[in-house]
């Protein structure tokens, strides 16, 4: 069996077009999908001559191994105007494969792919997967909407809440498995940016936690009105506190809405998941970008490739700004909003410490009746188990919006490129 595989893989080996892991590569073409640029590892890998490649539709390099369902995500999105990552499958002219984690992105014109070589163990997990999306396809008859659906579903399973999600865990992989390949320190930001993803998961728990423990007290004042009426005279003392922790539980529940976003659908911490994934995207981009451009322009100063390929530095150049200045604005923004939550959590602490002493003359109360409150102790018991875990959860929440803040500073960018720079006190990203 060992052998078979062995065998089978230098065969597959054989028909792969190799390339090294330090050759990065790019092609631009126009809104048609037409090539218009790209650099010499772009065409050397292909096969094909400049001649062939200039004018030609992009999807010349195309594989037929690839899901349809991958490319309608793809072009889906970017031309939302959302660059995005994706692995692929291309075919050289000589009929040889190639896998590359290509970053698409959106120009005035057209569209930029530069791509990387895949190492990391997601890359293993995405072949597989593009395999049995393929059979899928074929067995099904499925169209590329219908694929991609499917696709969507798979990634949901996997804990993904988008594709986007998904392509940013992707690119961050690839780039800690490139850096590892190339004897590179881990980069820190990318890093702390990793980290964040489970405590944010951490955080929303406890935020559902919350939302589930105001919701099982609503009915609280209700019970102690009818234990009320059977104790004491209308308007007794019972009677007044219900209604007192009543109106301080209506107005805890109200502020609850600090912890949520989008007219109370997400959760903010869920909110605030989906832009870390996509600060992510961004800030690995970037160093994708970087290396690019250096390399592009190391070509340009020993001869241009093509006419124009100035150009192209030029456009790698705009774009690597680009990049950088969304990656930090996603930053002061989760930034922003982890601390508004921090506030939020202190707050509405307050206001629990208000309702626990209405509690705590409940209780008093149930003294003064001694035996006839009986009927009284299982909501008061209800009552102390409340404001146990609800303490409890807040001093968890504020804990993690503390980690959170701290893991955001350590990935905010400083300055870019030397030209671009954040600014702590008005939390503004500017050239």
């Given at each position: ?295 592009s322009m190391a070509a340009l100063g020993k001869h241009a490739e093509q006419d124009g390929f100035q150009t192209e530095v030029e456009i790698l ?115």
């Open positions: 069996m060992t052998l078979q595989y062995s065998d089978a893989h230098m065969a597959e080996k054989a028909d792969e077009a190799a390339f090294d892991i330090e050759e990065l590569f790019f092609s631009r073409t126009d809104a048609r999908g037409v090539i218009a640029a790209g650099n010499e590892v772009f065409r050397r890998i292909s096969g094909y001559s400049w001649d062939e490649l200039v004018g030609a539709p992009h999807k010349i390099i195309r594989h037929s191994d690839m899901p349809k369902g991958v490319f309608y995500i793809l072009w889906e999105r970017i031309k939302q105007g959302m660059a995005t990552g994706a692995y692929v499958k291309n075919r050289a002219k000589d009929g040889r494969y190639y896998w590359v984690y290509a970053v698409v992105s959106p120009i005035e014109g057209g569209f930029v792919s530069v791509r990387m070589k895949p190492t990391s163990a997601t890359f293993e997990g995405a072949k597989a997967a593009y395999k049995a999306f393929l059979k899928l396809e074929q067995s099904e008859g499925l169209s590329p909407e219908e694929s991609a659906v499917a696709i969507r579903a798979r990634l949901k399973d996997l804990g993904f809440p988008n594709y986007g999600a998904y392509s940013s865990y992707a690119i961050a992989q690839e780039m800690s498995a490139r850096d590892a390949a190339l004897s590179r320190m881990e980069d820190g930001r990318l890093r702390s940016l990793k980290e964040l993803l489970p405590t944010l998961v951490e955080l929303d728990k406890e935020q559902q936690a919350l939302f589930a423990a105001f919701a099982k007290i609503r009915g609280i004042p209700s019970n102690m009105r009818i234990v009320a009426s059977r104790l004491e005279p209308a308007g007794g003392p019972i009677s007044a506190i219900s209604q007192n922790y009543r109106l301080m539980s209506d107005e805890v529940t109200n502020h609850l809405g600090g912890f949520r976003v989008e007219n109370g659908t997400r959760s903010l911490s869920e909110s605030v998941m989906l832009r870390i994934y996509r600060g992510l995207f961004m800030m690995a981009a970037s160093r994708l970008q970087r290396e690019v451009k250096e390399v150049t705009t774009m690597l700004d680009d990049y950088m200045i969304e990656s930090g604005s996603v930053l002061v923004s989760v930034f922003n909003d982890v601390t508004a939550l921090t506030r939020s959590a202190k707050d509405l602490r307050q206001l629990v410490t208000g309702l626990d002493s209405i509690r705590v003359l409940c209780r008093v109360e149930a003294g003064r009746l001694g035996a006839q409150s009986a009927s009284l102790m299982p909501v008061i018991n209800q009552l102390d188990t409340f404001h146990v875990e609800i303490d409890a959860t807040l001093e968890r929440i504020m804990s993690l919006a503390e980690r959170i803040k701290g893991l955001v500073e350590a990935a905010m960018p400083r300055t870019f490129n030397g030209s671009l720079h954040y600014h702590s006190a008005t939390g503004a990203l500017s050239r």
